[in-house]
């Protein structure tokens, strides 16, 4: 077959049929065939293990394999590869899925791979000093006062194998190190004589000097990594390539080489767990180590004996790393998920395609957006008009929106009231709900939690829905962190590009201005918090108050009523409608005219009663100026919005073009806006609560018929100065050396 999804015939370069068992041997063969490979490949990759491998039994096992109702497949060989280092090619995004909890995580932590990893030879030493292999080894591990476990006596199991026994542990570094400076070369003086056959061992922590076990051990502060899987070349190899901090690196003058690791775990607890990872990142690396090997307590190969006629020798000391800490930074770094560097030359001609737009010349889809407005800019019903326009296909502030499906989180209404709003935009957006199906809502009020909690439980639950767009409303319910701080936004920020990536969609989301005066800023500034929120998204709203003039509101409110009253007459009379001048029908006085003189006078005063809440609603009205920044697309031209609850509406006849808003406007402009908004009749009703007000306060002041300044200054909580101008601006009071008395026309009745 030349097709084959698997290529399981690269897999078996990365599984040693030695290391396998009977049973597992068999599962190969039954996955070949299942796959619908040759024998002979079975065959060839079983010849790997001379001591077992029996000429024509491959093809006698293979007639054997039949049918069944659970068949062994081809994942069981890409199990066993994987074990063994086995990466498998990237693949890029169109190509990826959905890991579920039990897939293989590929890249976590692979530094290189047994096909990778080049071979460094081991040479013996050219010197044979076994008591200076002995010395370098205990200097390199121990102190002084540290008890070392160690055995030269064995005995032989019924296999016929030697098995070290309980051996010593009572002796200190320093003694078996004075001892090895007076021994010249014969170690057996120092640490009994040993059986050549069998070698000798060494326990790599210290003891408390009372036995060999866990409990004796007083430091964890080293490892044993051992495999007899590949090639000692192949080894020392992976070993170098993974930056081990190796302490101690013996040659076991057998299959395999002894690596002491170094651990530094402050506990038994920690011991076990950091073995566990230490040997995880040797299997991803294609170094198959020897689990039984995780004890603190155990037995490594003593180096400066010999081992049927080879030496036990010490390669190096030191290499790699130098602690655990910094390995485990190191392979953190080395091993992330962050892409590789890209060549411009090779992307040239095969360009990317860019995401489609999800609102157009706004935003694409698998980006970000914020919207940023201060409090009764309506952002939440521009969300919801948002999410009715991205499931039915259409128009958002007149911008078109892709069609598809949307999650909506709400953290701010109770559920009901969520509900209803999104009825009530719909009714006003007069838009038929044919894709209510296309809206999902996630209520989350009382119950949320911090975004960077809030994010993986978003994605588990949405990663099967195809969402095209997720709107938070509103994020300030998620913060996490101090709003004010660059890196404390930074890291929440990226909980939005986490949704973004996992699930292909886009995020929107919306915050309020910070406090004050937005006049002089620039929209990405007016959000409130670090200037990380408007930097971050990739498209950025931002909403402004425009100041209505009181000529605007009565066009709004004339052009309300005639349109009420074109209605009414569509309904009730509509040869007056037909009839009626376009003049008529543009004055609110004269189409209510035309109404009274043709409507039945029941409908008439029940519409009177319609249009004085025509009037209020009108009253109610606010405008905006709309204005962002684009990333992916040209800036657009500010856009002028009525919000119309509950809904915003878009002013395409130009009623609002020529306001400004606080943001438009100069300083002084503001403070001309302020004083300017004080009519006439606000002067005059003030200064006639300040003059009734210095009145109550002198005839309160006035019990012994003398009332100073000075009295009614602390009457009246206000200065001297003040007093003085306001009776002067008071025709019934005067002000005579201090004192102040009625004018003579108050005392005449008010008549000269």
Known sequence: ???????????LDYIDPA?????????????????????SLWDVWSQRDAARYHKGECEKKWRTFAGCEHPVTAGTIVHLALENGYRPPYSNRKESHALNWDDTIWEDYVVTSRKEAQDIPIPEPETWNPALELTRYLETLFEADDFVGYVTETWKNKDGKYVPTSGC??????????????????????????????????????????????????????????????????????????????????????KSLHAIVRVDAPNYEEYRKRVDFLYDVCDKNGLKVDRQNRNPSRLSRMPGVMRNGKKQFLVATNIGLGSWAEWK?????????????????????????????????????????????????????????????????RRWLGWQCAKGRVLYVNLELDRASCLHRFRDVYQAMELPAANLQSIDIWNL????????????????????????????????????????????????????????????????YCHHHSKGAQGGKRSMDRASGSGVFARDPDALLDLTELELSEDIRKQETNTAICDACVEQLRQHAPAVLADASPDALLSHVEALKLCQDNLPPAVYEAFL??????????????AWRLDGTLREFPKFEPKNLWFRYPVHVEDTIGVLKDLQSESEMHPYQRGNQKRGAKTKETYAAQK??????????????????????????EYLGISEKTVRRRVKDCEELIIENNSIQLSKMEKNGGTK
């Open 609 to 622: 009663s319609e249009i004085e809440t025509i009037k209020r609603t009108v009253r109610q009205r606010t």
């Open 19 to 39: 290391s396998l068992t009977y049973q597992e041997w068999c599962g190969v063969g039954m996955a070949l065939k299942d796959a619908g490979y040759d024998c």
């Open 688 to 713: 006639a609560d300040k003059k009734a007000a210095l009145l109550n306060a002198f005839h309160a002041c006035n019990l012994d018929g003398a009332v100073t300044v000075d009295d009614m200054a």
């Open 1 to 11: 077959m030349d097709d084959r999804n698997n290529n399981l015939d690269e897999l």
């Open 445 to 508: 009020r009382g119950v949320t939690e911090p975004m960077d909690r809030l994010a993986p439980k978003l994605i588990r639950r949405a990663k099967k829905k195809q969402y095209i767009a997720v709107i938070i409303d509103p994020i300030y319910k998620v913060i996490t962190g101090d709003e004010n701080s660059a890196d404390q936004m930074a890291h929440f920020c990226n909980q939005f590009d986490k949704v973004c990536t996992q699930l292909g969609c886009a995020v929107i």
């Open 169 to 254: 542990c009572d002796r200190t570094a320093g003694q078996l190190l004075e001892a090895l400076s007076q021994c010249g070369e014969d170690i057996g003086a120092v640490f009994g004589d040993y059986m050549e056959a069998a070698g000798a061992w060494i326990r790599f922590n210290p003891l408390d000097g009372k036995g060999g076990k866990n409990e004796n051990v007083t430091e964890y502060r080293f490892a044993l990594v051992e495999s007899d899987v590949l090639d000692i070349e192949r080894q020392n190899g992976i070993l170098h390539e993974m930056q081990l901090p190796i302490a101690c690196l013996v040659y076991s003058g057998g």
């Open 329 to 393: 930074d190191y392979i953190d770094s080395v091993t992330d998920d962050l892409p590789e560097f890209e060549s411009m030359a090779e992307a040239w001609e095969h360009m990317p395609e860019l995401s489609p737009p999800l609102i157009e010349n706004v935003l694409r889809q698998g980006h970000k957006m914020l919207i940023a407005g201060p409090s009764k800019a309506g952002k939440s019903y521009a969300l919801i008009e948002m999410s009715i326009a991205i499931a039915e296909g």
